[in-house]
């Protein structure tokens, strides 16, 4: 277990790292920060020379690969860092230095355990692409076939280890403070942060998720998932289908070679909607560099190291959420909030209602060009914290990649109107999974479900009452303690160490959710 003193530490040192790029600036100003972290705020950036508009993004990319990760999922929320900082971190592009060939050539033979030319007849010592956990290079197999190959970078998963136990141990800090910092839940938002990057580091479930949104995806024309090679993958290495095509990012490319740039837009968009609600499983690192198009305009996705799952409710839920806004039944769209216990029972679902109005209102029958769906996002936002809604993080991804396809789509086609291209397929999918059949099947197969859980549900009830002398329950994984707790358990500990605590706790409100307010 690491100690205390070196999550301080490693805490300090990114402080001042957050301080040279002025990303502890904002949370001086805002008013919901404890006064005791905007002391500490302003003594980490004494003797720094802040530029006069903060670069969040720099500083991210100084602190190091977990924190580029981190980076990019507080992007998404406008809510925990500010819209600035948002805005900021939305430029930062996962890239890094490549690591010498010679050092991947040996990851994926000690992988393995067997020689290179055992599975690849050539591999191009150049890569394609590097990013903060792994890095691709081209390669042809023994049996003739293009291949990407993705390497994770040897040591990544030890330092991606050090770094998140510090955000573990720093938000339960930042949480116990109370107020705001408690209703953002941060211990959250990290929990789920590291659930994605685990997956991330794991290239096997990165080749089962390419596998699972295939199958999905499967029924639906002009986009596909490459084909995995299973025999040269493993948990280090991961072998795909070489793809030759346009990146999606290069405008004037698509143009020359013809495509319907407005068609592959509405594709786009379509294609979202079908994973997010019909699958409830999506691609949620959607970006630029991770879209190609191939001659025939196919679109073809890569990178499934971070993907969304979404369950049957939750779905519904979204898909009338949507709906109800593109509609104008803001009144229903509070509701669902209400059912969904997105918003305490305290408050009234007619004022919530005019709330969604005011955000939802000035949107409708506009492109993209004039509002968009981030500033809808941006909007709901500024209205969680006056009605005490917590951070949904399984909406997170959800939110995140909404604002990624919204961007693409408008660098496609300026004058696509998200909603317009939404609302069909959302009305259609509500007519066949909310409509009277569906609720009916749907009512047989849960009553069906319950009746084939009866045996089970006779043995639980069993084991919860056990005969006397069974063994007992074991009891529930330690917590992470904090520091003060510690003070007052121990009793002799120094007031000094409390001050580094606070500090500790301190820079990472600061640095992690770096300026609520930009």
Request: aromatic share 8%; net charge neutral.
């Amino acid at each position: 277990m690491t100690r205390p003193s070196t999550h301080i530490w490693r805490l300090l040192t990114w402080g001042r790292t957050l301080a040279r790029h002025g990303a502890l600036r904002g949370i001086e100003r805002d008013p919901n920060t404890p006064p005791p972290v905007k002391r500490i705020a302003r003594l980490a950036r004494l003797g720094t020379f802040p530029p006069a508009e903060p670069d969040y993004a720099g500083a991210f990319r100084a602190i190091g690969p977990a924190a580029i990760k981190l980076g990019q999922t507080l992007a998404t929320r406008p809510d925990l860092v500010g819209e600035d900082a948002a805005r900021n971190l939305l430029s930062l592009q996962d890239s890094l230095p490549p690591v010498p060939y010679a050092a991947i050539r040996q990851e994926i033979e000690r992988s393995f355990e067997r020689p290179v030319e055992q599975l690849f007849t050539s591999v191009d010592p150049v890569p394609v692409g590097a990013a903060s956990i792994a890095q691709v290079h081209r390669a042809v197999t023994t049996d003739g076939r293009d291949v990407a190959i993705k390497v994770v970078r040897p040591g990544i998963r030890e330092k991606f280890a050090h770094d998140i136990a510090t955000y573990e141990w720093a938000a339960a800090h930042v949480e116990a403070m109370g107020g705001e910092a408690a209703r953002l839940r941060p211990a959250l938002t990290i929990a789920n942060f590291k659930r994605w990057t685990n997956s991330e580091l794991d290239l096997r479930r990165e080749a089962a998720s390419a596998s699972e949104l295939a199958d999905h995806m499967r029924g639906v024309d002009g986009y596909c998932i490459p084909g995995i090679d299973w025999d040269r993958t493993n948990g280090r290495v991961l072998t795909i289908e070489w793809i030759d095509g346009i990146k999606i990012s290069d405008r004037d490319a698509l143009v020359a070679a013809g495509h319907d740039l407005p068609d592959l837009a509405r594709r786009l968009v379509l294609a979202f909607l079908t994973q997010a609600i019909s699958a409830g499983f999506f691609h949620a690192d959607m970006h630029q560099g991770n879209l190609f198009v191939k001659a025939d305009g196919t679109i073809v996705a890569i990178d499934f190291g971070i993907m969304g799952r979404i369950d049957r409710r939750a779905r519904q839920w979204l898909a009338e959420i949507l709906y109800g806004l593109t509609v104008g039944d803001y009144r229903r769209v509070a509701e669902i909030h209400f059912e969904a216990q997105y918003v305490p029972s305290y408050h009234s679902v007619d004022e919530f209602a005019t709330a969604l109005r005011a955000v939802g209102e000035p949107m409708r029958g506009k492109p993209v060009s004039e509002l968009s769906v981030g500033q809808m996002l941006d909007g709901l936002f500024a209205i969680t914290r006056d009605f005490d809604m917590q951070t949904q993080p399984h909406l997170l991804l959800l939110q995140k990649t909404m604002v990624m396809v919204e961007g693409i789509a408008t660098s496609l086609d300026p004058s696509i109107n998200m909603w317009d291209v939404s609302a069909p397929f959302v009305r259609s999918w509500i007519r066949d999974e909310l409509g009277p059949e569906a609720a009916l099947a749907d009512r047989l197969r849960t009553d069906f479900d319950t009746l084939l859980r009866l045996p089970e549900l006779v043995r639980r009830i069993e084991d919860a009452y056990p005969p006397k002398g069974a063994a007992p329950e074991p009891p529930p994984l330690p917590a992470i303690e904090l520091v003060w707790e510690r003070r007052r358990r121990e009793g002799s500990a120094c007031l000094g160490y409390a001050v580094a605590a606070l500090a500790g706790g301190a820079v990472v409100y600061g640095g992690i959710w770096a300026g609520w307010l930009g």
